[in-house]
């Protein structure tokens, strides 16, 4: 029998969380703490020592030798310095395991080859990593044993942010500024915090290890730079939310295991659309923890995959022609007394302030969409969004046909007397109607939807932090809500002035409301119509993030400085450019080393078996004809690749920056896809046995 699995025994044993620290804490330090936690109020000295020594002895316990700051620097992935806890040796030859409030709380790592776009010169290397006493300390189990996993942020000496945590967290505080301030407008006087909620879904693939080993580009790139497409693919929909089998089923009952003993709420999983997908989400929490968790979450999808034989694809379009990996970032405002600033609520005076948030959302999004396509533009989310797949690139907001009849009405009347569904008006307050949370059909094609009492973000890449999204999307509010705060606080009468605010942003921004089919190419040349940007690229949406106008928001929110903003650019078009050159120089590599020969090989035995053939007095045409046929591809396949080998010769030698990462993309992406084509359809009529690595089918039916 399987031994049984106590669930609420495991989940967050490995975390210092509230409970630990309560038991663990004297009264004192844990009040000065929750302090800090609560109200950003600063640690001192003795209080960080205490925790220090609590927390050290409590993962020793867990069999923790070493700590780390983990901190999320702007490469993407998570990054750790491991010390052990060891101290100097005593005069007896033995050492004691010693942790300081000044270790816990600051750290230094050599930074000088983290990405900075310029910030930090390199001769000014010191780089600093702050604890973020708001996202738990942890203990994490791995080959290299317990390591105590101190969540950070981190700067620059001169205290620009170089990483996603920090930013995060000024917009976090600038959301909560603004947020209060409005519920004050409505009369609340009781809640004191006001917190994004982030529930963030995790799209990924997995193939098994051995056949993963056979791909160059999977290993280089995390994505199939070649291949054609299998007889069957997707068509079927017979794998979404399919049976899940068991080799998959046995790794995702490890990761639920692993992430809740971290404290992640791993709560649905299922199989995507496309073989080999699966989804998994979390219970959502705070933005800070769910971007920490998410982050957990690849980390822990990845290394069970490992245990089990398999891989971990989290690249958005690990296989052309079959759907992309994305994350959904479900969004919404909550206060510290539990109230959801984005539920309609039942009474007309929560629906007054729900119409008025939602409205201020509208134009959040329509003054920054630019904002919002940037903080999802990543090499690999080039080939989903407004390419060959869903999300399209463009902005656009699904309200659901009741909202959106209520802003109709809005719009073209100036007040909205009824709501859908015949409810009963209980107005109360001038003259809008009550809203009825599940009157909203879902539309799975809108990059930003309202379900109910959150929004959801559709268009984050599945590998990105959803830290990105986040920043914009607490800003963007933060900066709407100022504005009708704004106008509306000192006004003589307070209806009427909430009144006119809701509906000047649903008269101006109406043009952001799309509740049809976003994946139709009407839908393009409406947008069109509508004035609504259509940004198609990574390279051609990075810009948005030092235009006058993201400059001053962001600068006026204390969320970015401007030399901030243009280092951050700075290292996207860079990074953007890495990644296509190592894409190019890994296709030379296949093309040269692998399908070459292997093809050339090929031909030889056809010419072979020709002769022979021939040689028997038969007929050869059709050996001849498939010999010619595939001495055609084989030569453009070799043109293709001095091509690509010049134009990816011409990039590297260009000078870093927005023109180069312009050049890869115009050029180089263009002299990839030249050499693919040949090669894939020779794919299709080189015998199997002769092709030097596992085909489409063999990675996503068979894993
Ligand atoms: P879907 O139909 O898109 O799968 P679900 O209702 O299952 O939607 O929720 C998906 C995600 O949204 C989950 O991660 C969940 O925790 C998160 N979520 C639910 N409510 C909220 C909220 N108020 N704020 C933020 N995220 C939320
Ligand atoms: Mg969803």
């Not at 997707?234 to 295991?257: C, P, S, W």
């Not at 073209?412 to 569904?421: C, D, I, Q, R, Y």
């Not at 393009?524 to 001053?552: C, F, Q």
């Amino acid at each position: 029998m399987s031994e049984l699995l106590n669930v609420t025994t495991i989940f967050g044993e490995d975390v210092f969380n509230d409970t630990v620290m309560q038991e663990r804490l004297p009264k004192k330090v844990y009040k000065n703490l929750k302090r800090t936690i609560e109200e950003g109020k600063e640690l001192d000295l003795v209080t960080a020592d205490v925790i220090a020594h609590e927390m050290k002895e409590w993962a020793i316990e867990k069999g923790a030798t070493h700590y780390t700051h983990w901190f999320q620097p702007l490469t993407g992935v998570t990054a750790e310095k491991h010390d052990s806890f060891i101290s100097a040796p005593l005069p007896s030859g033995k050492v004691l395991m010693s942790f300081s409030g000044k270790e816990l709380i600051k750290g230094e790592p050599d930074a000088s080859s983290f990405p900075s776009g310029g910030l930090r010169a390199t001769f000014e290397a010191r780089g600093y990593t702050a604890w973020d006493c708001t996202s738990p300390a942890f203990v994490r189990h791995d080959a290299a044993g317990a390591t105590l996993c101190i969540p950070t942020a981190f700067c620059s000496y001169t205290g620009e942010a170089l990483d996603q945590k920090t930013p995060l967290l000024r917009s976090m505080e600038a959301i909560n500024t603004q947020s209060l301030r409005l519920l004050r407008l409505f009369g609340n006087t009781t809640s004191k915090k006001v917190t994004p909620s982030v529930g963030p879904e995790q799209e990924y693939f997995l193939v098994d290890a051995e056949k993963f080993k056979q791909r160059k580009d999977l290993i280089y790139t995390g994505r199939t730079l070649f291949g054609a497409m299998p007889p069957k693919g997707q068509e079927l929909d017979d794998h979404y939310f399919g049976t899940i089998r068991q080799r998959i089923a046995g790794f995702m009952k490890d990761v639920n295991e692993e992430l809740w003993k971290v404290g992640v709420t791993a709560k649905t999983q299922h199989n995507e659309v496309a073989p080999a997908q699966h989804e998994l989400a979390p219970i959502y929490a705070e933005a800070n923890v769910a971007v920490d968790h998410n982050h957990l979450v690849m980390q822990t999808l990845k290394r069970v995959a490992c245990q089990h034989g398999m891989k971990c694809l989290l690249h958005e379009k690990p296989f052309a022609g079959v759907n992309g990996s994305g994350k959904h970032n479900n969004w919404s405002l909550t206060t510290d007394d539990g109230k959801n600033l984005l539920d309609p609520g039942k009474t007309p005076h929560e629906n007054i302030q729900f119409l008025l948030v939602l409205t201020c959302i509208l134009k959040a999004v329509d003054d920054h969409a630019d904002l919002l396509r940037e903080s999802a533009a990543d090499p690999g989310n080039d080939h989903r969004l407004g390419a060959n797949e869903a999300p399209p690139a463009i902005i656009s907001i699904f309200l659901g046909e009741q909202l959106e009849d209520v802003m109709e009405q809005l719009v073209s009347t100036g007040e909205a007397t009824h709501s859908l569904k015949g409810g009963k008006l209980e107005t109360g307050v001038r003259t809008l109607p009550d809203l009825a949370k599940d009157a909203t059909d879902r539309n799975r094609t809108s990059p930003f939807a309202f379900t109910g009492n959150k929004f959801e973000f559709r268009m984050v890449g599945s590998r990105d932090s959803v830290a990105g999204p986040n920043v914009v999307l607490n800003t963007i509010v933060a900066e709407a809500f100022a504005e009708a705060c704004d106008a509306i606080e000192g006004a003589e009468d307070f209806q009427k002035a909430v009144h006119d605010q809701i509906k000047k942003y649903a008269v101006e921004h109406q043009r952001v409301v799309f509740n049809g089919n976003g994946y139709s190419d009407e839908w393009v040349e409406e947008a069109k119509r509508r004035g609504l940007p259509n940004i198609k690229s990574m390279v051609e949406a990075i810009p948005a993030l030092t235009t006058e106008k993201s400059v001053a928001m962001f600068e006026k929110f204390k969320v970015f400085t401007r030399a901030e903003l243009e280092s951050r650019a700075e290292i996207k078009f860079e990074n953007y450019a890495k990644a296509i050159n190592i894409e190019a120089r890994t296709m030379i590599d296949m093309a040269s080393k692998q399908f070459i020969p292997a093809v050339i090989k090929y031909t030889k035995e056809l010419a072979d078996t020709v002769v022979a053939v021939k040689a028997a007095g038969v007929d050869a045409d059709v050996q001849a004809d498939l010999l010619k046929e595939v001495s055609v591809l084989l030569a453009e396949m070799k043109r293709a690749l001095t091509a690509l080998c010049q134009s990816a010769d011409h990039a590297a030698a260009m000078e870093e920056g927005e023109g180069q990462a312009k050049y890869y993309y115009s050029d180089v992406v263009p002299a990839m896809e030249a050499l693919r084509a040949p090669v894939d359809k020779l794919e299709m009529i080189v015998d199997k046995e002769a092709w030097p690595m596992p085909s489409y089918g063999d990675l996503i039916f068979e894993v």
